[in-house]
């Protein structure tokens, strides 16, 4: 059976490395941020992100994030990857856990989020998920 958990996310640091230029303007990057979660989710996130950013700014990326914390009453991490657009100030996403990455109470986990938002200081998700 399928639950939610509805949380917020802030991102307490970002940064980004550059790894490659392309013509045009364009560059590879590669970013670190760390995120705290709040709500159905709590806990602390890591993610390594890869980002290829064309010349108008606009990117596509990949990344996968460490959460340490709990969902509910149970406690552990687990792994998500991530796989995205930005563009126009808004970045699409989807982050689905990865299989098997679940330890502690969080063993057997599986589920993913829809990720759609512009800048702002609190990003709200919902993760929809179940058990193995």
Do not use: C
């Not at 502690?104 to 929809?128: C, I, K, M, N």
């Amino acid at each position: 059976m399928t639950e939610k958990a509805s949380s917020t996310f802030k991102i307490t640091s970002w940064k980004e490395d550059a790894l490659s230029e392309t013509a045009g303007g364009g560059k590879l990057v590669r970013a670190r941020v760390s995120k705290s979660y709040a709500g159905g989710l709590e806990g602390e996130g890591r993610v390594e992100y890869l980002m290829a950013y064309r010349g108008d700014g606009a990117a596509r990326f990949v990344g996968y994030e460490v959460v340490t914390g709990s969902l509910g009453e149970r406690s552990g991490s687990f792994v998500f990857e991530h796989r995205g657009t930005f563009e126009g100030g808004t970045v699409d996403s989807v982050w689905s856990i990865v299989e098997g990455s679940g330890t502690g109470d969080l063993s057997g986990l599986s589920g993913r989020v829809e990720f759609s938002a512009g800048h702002r200081d609190d990003y709200p998700v919902v993760l929809e998920y179940e058990w193995a």
